[in-house]
């Protein structure tokens, strides 16, 4: 069976979204303000940018407005929130079917535990209400094992770092490898996900780093940026027989992107998106057009599905464009930065 093309695709998105019978209430009664017609006028990636962006409005919209007419309402996997980093926090809804897809798609080319000892996952990563906990504890059981986690409120980290409380900060970051220690104290961990910062404070504990070594296979961090110096650190001096991948992310997106293997600009982490699905590209903040390959700008997000339609959204990030792997739609992104100010609201990374 031949592949649908991009184009193909997007039609499909657009036929199911703006249909009375698959289509969500939220783009159903928002498609009389749309100044195009979505059916007829999106045809392809560059199409996209016809789209006003309004994850704005997913601040308010009831949950009700945002579930496709055509999905059974009992796959409903979740309802998940944005970190709130400008303002009052974004809201999606999440499937079962739309994980299992992100999840295998993350995983290929990794083998699976299916004989022996389980291999189990830490993730030092926001839960409640936030979708990257959701997607590692999926991940996990995938790679044949269980996922342990770690209490992490990034909202209260940014509210001590607006208070200018560092020392707050500091003694939480703590308390949360304090927590992670407990666990590797006793649990076969196989799998580390966490951050930056938070991968600093454990690197900063020898006998942590010592136990972490026996038995880890492979750290992923995500969730801030990492300058390339420390990352060369802990791969070289820190954890030098453990593969560290990285992964960047958005609620927008109902998920993340994956670093290239084998591959980086400049030594910053090559991300590539799981198209057609999730689509990037990188603009000019001023013009909103696409700038040149190798070069910086704010980073577009899309996510195109059957579970959502989110396009055209404007993140808090910039990034330097890159080619795709292959001849797709969207782009791939490196060196990913977080703008000052969004809204007229500093933003603030936080230890995620």
Known sequence: MTPLTFEQHLADVMKWHFSPETGSAFWLERRHRLRFDPLRDVRNFADLALFPDLSLELRDARIEELQPRGLNPADLAGIFESGGTTGKPKRVVAYEQWFKQLVDWRLEGIERQRE????????????????????????????????????????????????????????????????????????????????????????????????????????????TQMDIDTLDYLRTSVFPKVTITASYGSTM?????????????????????????????VV?????????????????????????????????????????????????VADVRPVAEVEGQAVIEGVY
């Not at 996900?193 to 492979?218: M, Y």
């Not at 109902?254 to 689509?279: C, M, N, W």
């Not at 000019?284 to 396009?311: C, W, Y």
Request: charged share 25%; net charge positive; hydrophobic share 40%.
């Open 116 to 223: 022996g000892a389980p291999k189990n996952t830490l993730a030092i990563v926001p839960t409640g209400p936030h979708i990257v906990g959701a997607v590692n504890l999926r991940r996990a059981r995938a790679l044949g094992g269980q996922c342990f986690t770690v209490d992490l409120d990034p909202r209260w980290v940014k509210k001590l770092i607006l208070q200018r409380d560092f020392e707050g900060v500091k003694a939480y970051a703590q308390h949360l490898v304090d927590q992670a220690e407990v666990i590797i104290d006793s649990q076969r961990i196989s799998y580390l996900v966490t951050t930056p910062p938070l991968l600093e404070a454990i690197a900063r504990r020898k006998p942590l780093v010592e136990k972490l070594n026996r038995t880890l296979e492979t750290i992923n961090w995500g969730g």
């Open 253 to 281: 997106i109902l998920g993340d992107t994956k670093s290239r293997p084998g591959q980086d600009h400049e030594g910053a982490p090559i991300f590539d998106s799981f198209a057609p699905y999730v689509v990037l590209e």
């Open 284 to 332: 000019n903040p001023d013009t909103l057009q696409p700038v040149e390959f190798k070069q910086r700008g704010r980073v577009i997000m899309n996510h195109l599905s059957r579970f959502a339609l989110i396009p055209n959204v404007l993140e808090r990030d910039t990034a330097v464009r890159l080619p795709p792997m292959t001849k797709r739609a969207g782009v791939a």
